[in-house]
């Protein structure tokens, strides 16, 4: 599986933009970049996925970088609630093995009020 | 909202005794997912399904079985509990391929004593 590396903790001020960095050398051209995210006490939830272009969705962007070797998750406004573990992670299959849904240390992103 | 369920959501046991997980899913998902994450550490793959009568072990090896007889029902039984497995157990699902979301339950947490 291709891997990912993330920074182990960022720390960010309420209201303001957030924007986590994942690196992913490997990737291949089929991989597609996911991100996903744990609250404290919680299981992980989808927060979304893009393979070259830019995308947008209701709770985050996310920047793919024109080569695909990084990407960035951007949260516009950060709020006490997006404190949390975010997972980037590459999915390459299309059905066997476990589809690339394996986790490393993602990035704890701390809020500061 | 998810329509996956783990039960119970703690659990705390004696030595020795046989335990049994639950995770059901509404989904109708044929990817079926189990993890093991000690607070504050990264989440391990320990075993996945393809469907009905599919298990394979994970990233990580474990004393665990599960089994798969029916669609929306992925149970983890460990035969003789101990301390060494007190962790919390995730459970997920989702579609095939490299687009599809997965989804979690809360998790159950376990603890042997």
């Known amino acids: 599986d291709a891997k990912t590396t993330q920074p182990n903790s960022m720390e960010s001020n309420e209201e303001e933009p957030v924007h986590l960095p994942c690196n992913h050398s490997t990737i291949s051209g089929t991989d597609y970049i996911h991100w996903y995210r744990q609250l404290p006490s919680q299981g992980p939830e989808y927060v979304i996925h893009?393979?070259?272009s830019n995308v947008n969705n209701r709770m985050a962007s996310l920047a793919i970088a024109e080569d695909r070797k990084s990407s960035t998750l951007i949260l516009h406004r950060a709020t006490l609630r997006d404190a949390a573990v975010y997972y980037c992670?590459?999915?390459?299959?299309?059905?066997?093995?476990?589809?690339?849904?394996?986790f490393g240390k993602g990035t704890h992103l701390i809020i500061q009020p | 909202e998810a329509d996956i369920y783990q039960t119970p959501r703690y659990l705390v046991i004696g030595t020795g005794k046989k335990i049994t997980l639950e995770c059901s899913q509404t989904m109708g998902h044929d990817k079926m997912y189990w993890y093991q994450q000690d607070p504050g550490m990264e989440l391990h793959l320990i075993h996945y399904s393809y469907g009905v009568n599919s298990t394979e072990k994970g990233d990580l090896s474990s004393e665990s079985t599960v089994s798969r007889i029916r669609t929306e029902h992925f149970p983890l039984t460990l035969e003789s509990a101990r301390p060494s497995h007190t962790s919390q157990y995730l459970c997920a699902s989702s579609e095939f391929g490299r687009v599809t979301e997965a989804f979690f339950g809360q998790g159950t947490r376990l603890t042997v004593v």
């Open positions: 893009g393979l070259t």
């Open positions: 992670i590459l999915r390459g299959y299309s059905g066997g093995g476990a589809d690339g849904l394996t």
